[in-house]
């Protein structure tokens, strides 16, 4: 789960790292009263899940706090790369005297979180780490003994020549280090770290990305989820256990495991269609699960052709043959369905369906087909 | 032979009692698998299935039955401190079939594990098989054949439809092992190629990846210098879409983007064959062997 620059700031505030003031605004005028307070001029930022914010126009400054309003309501409502902007961050302009970056993630290969430092920040870092690798300082973390001193100090003095700097950077990776255990976080990055011209160390920009199974364990962090920010049928995926995410294609899919369902999807290419989505109903088989997922992929107007691919193991054929036919019960389909289920309880599966009139494959590649043919025919 | 387990595994099943375990658990013993104990604490003293004795720990266990593998079946919050239990309990192969693991206690888990000695499989997984001999953890027994092709997998159902694909036209499996999606895993995908090449039963390999992450790289590369024997190899989500990147840093990390092209491509330039779906297995192997 993604949290949104203002919750990331004040996360990294109750860590005790140096944060430059500012709150969120829902409306202009509640804008126009941060900007008064911060003393006019100020940056006004979009607040959504999205990168490139600055380009499309979603990052503006002001110089008055009348101008801090104008621009507020010039970027609530807009739309960035598909997601509304329901909030914006008012922040006084700071004055940058030099942009580093800081950040910590859990990396697959030492299998460690790792602290990565380059006085080279901004929002060119990935060019800077394509181009100049060793721009980029990276510390392997033993995550029982956490960030020595020695070795933030180390890194601080790889950011700043200064003595004091590189003391208040070191301390400001040891925070963010405890703040990533501390909210169960996969990701943190401050970017970019900056210098003013008085020589003080703050975090300008955060990114926090929390680990969705560490959830259930932090109350306080999944209650800072923002279901606006994300698409309705994805939110109504996530409720009823399912991950499903929207494609543009014209035939909907709904397999059980991601790794079965990217390689139907690839199938669909493969025979010349294109998936409508990812869907995964999971590993287990509930009938109810089914019939959620069949819900969510006929609200999508795009889908012409539906394909059911399911490998029994833990899941059972003959729970989601059930739920495929309960599903029909309470809406119909307006568009044809295919349906392929080998594996566990695959007999009871295939009686459960031709009995209600459903024709049952049991090889992939010709489940995919027929999908791929019906979907062009109706198109 | 087979790799990791065979007639010889003695396994304890953490979380027996519990609605996953119980089943599968049944279902290991049907196989033949030697289930010689289950762990739930408060339920030590009961027998299960009227062959297994429930201990209260895994440390009795091991004492009690000399288990040497464990699964684990325990809820996501609780189940890196299983694997922290088998691996201070002395059990030299521990297999956790959880997923929902949150990817910080793991950070504290593996090195554990590595000082103990001990090898993890997943977590996130199915689990291994080695047909006709031991199954241990979730792959479906009847899809199975003994023989010789090595399977190794990232994914779950996508593995048995391989193996499906592999048994239905002839071709039976020395092993079979699910290594697991999750970001921090036990054994890799060369650990697992390593042990087929020097396992004289497996005559051949499939690899199945997927999307994230350079472990398919790691693999190509490693296959290139370190294994004779042939290689299928299949990636999964070519279609799908990019994005839900992980900030700067996952870019920074890796050094790649983690597309399906970029793996078989790194694949292909290995001397790998690579399916284009998964019923291309069958046609590839035969071209190889």
């Known amino acids: ?379 | 032979m087979s790799v990791f387990i065979d007639q010889s595994t003695r396994l304890v099943v953490q979380g027996i009692t519990g609605r996953d375990g119980s089943f599968h658990a049944k279902q290991m013993i049907s196989y033949g698998t030697k289930v010689v104990a289950g762990v739930t604490p408060g339920k030590g003293g009961q027998l299960f299935e009227g062959v297994a004795p429930v201990f209260n720990t895994v440390a009795q266990a091991v004492r009690e039955t000399q288990a040497n593998a464990a699964v684990i079946y325990v809820p996501a919050a609780v189940a890196a401190s299983a694997i922290f239990e088998a691996a201070d309990a002395g059990i030299a192969l521990v297999v956790c079939i959880t997923e929902g693991i949150p990817v910080l206690d793991m950070t504290r888990a593996m090195p554990y594990v590595t000082e103990h000695g001990a090898r993890l499989i997943g977590p996130n997984c199915p689990g291994l098989i080695s047909p006709g001999k031991s199954k241990v953890g979730i792959i479906p027994g009847n899809i199975c054949k003994p023989g010789t092709i090595g399977v190794v997998s990232r994914s779950g159902t996508l593995t048995y439809e391989i193996i499906h694909q592999l048994s239905t036209h002839g071709y039976g499996q020395s092993t079979c092992v699910g290594i697991g999606g999750d970001p921090i895993i036990g054994t890799s995908f060369i650990q697992c190629l390593s042990a087929f090449q020097a396992d004289p039963e497996t005559e051949a390999m499939v690899l199945i990846g997927e999307i994230g992450g350079t472990d398919e790289q790691q693999a190509a590369d490693f296959i290139q210098h370190g294994v004779t024997k042939p290689v299928i190899g299949f990636i999964a989500g070519q279609t799908a879409p990019p994005g839900r990147r992980m900030g700067h840093a996952g870019a920074i990390i890796s050094g790649s983007s983690g597309t399906a092209a970029e793996k078989m491509a790194a694949l292909a330039r290995a001397g790998i064959s690579v399916m284009k779906r998964p019923a291309d297995v069958v046609p590839l192997l035969k071209e190889r062997l």
């Open chain 1, 1 to 379: 789960m993604n949290l949104h620059e203002y919750q990331a700031r004040e996360i990294l505030r109750l860590h005790g790292i140096p944060v430059p003031p500012g709150d969120v605004a829902s409306t202009p005028a509640e804008a126009r009263a941060l900007a008064e307070r911060l003393g006019g001029k100020v940056v006004v930022k979009a607040q959504v899940h999205a990168g490139g914010r600055g380009k499309a126009g979603g990052v503006k400054l002001a110089g008055t706090a009348a101008e801090a309003e104008a621009h507020a309501r010039a970027i609530l409502g807009m739309t960035i790369k598909g997601l509304t902007v329901h909030k914006v961050l008012v922040a006084p302009t700071a004055e940058i005297a030099s942009e580093s970056y800081v950040g910590i993630i859990v990396d697959r290969a030492s299998q460690r979180p790792v602290l990565m430092v380059s006085p080279a920040g901004g929002i060119d870092i990935e060019e800077v780490a394509a181009k100049s690798p060793e721009k980029i300082h990276r510390l392997a973390v033993d995550p029982r003994f956490g960030v020595l001193p020695h070795q933030a100090l180390a890194l601080g003095f790889a950011l700043y020549k200064d003595v004091v700097q590189a003391r208040a950077a070191a301390d400001i990776m040891q925070k963010l280090y405890g703040a990533v255990y501390a909210v169960g976080a996969s990701l943190a990055e401050i970017n970019p770290l900056v210098t003013t011209p008085d020589g003080t160390v703050q975090a300008l920009d955060a990114k926090i990305a929390v680990d969705d199974n560490e959830l259930d364990r932090h109350p306080e962090i999944a209650a800072l989820r923002d279901t606006s920010a994300e698409a309705p049928a994805e939110v109504q995926a996530r409720e009823a256990g399912l991950t499903y995410i929207k494609l543009d294609g014209a035939v909907g899919c709904c397999v059980n495991g991601a790794g079965l369902a990217m390689a139907t999807m690839d199938l669909v290419k493969y025979y010349g269609g294109e998936p409508a989505n990812f869907l995964d109903i999971g590993g287990s088989s509930n009938p109810q699960k089914v019939v959620a997922a069949l819900r969510i992929i006929t609200t999508d107007p795009g889908v012409k052709a539906i394909l059911f691919n399911i490998f029994g193991g833990i899941t059972r054929c003959d729970d989601v043959a059930n739920g495929i036919v309960e599903a029909t019960r309470q809406f119909p389909l307006k568009v044809p369905i295919m349906i392929r289920l080998t594996g566990t309880n695959e007999r009871e599966a295939v009686q459960i369906l031709t009995t209600a009139g459903f024709a049952a494959l049991t090889d992939m590649d010709e489940a995919v087909k027929q999908a791929v043919a019906k979907a062009k025919g109706a198109a």
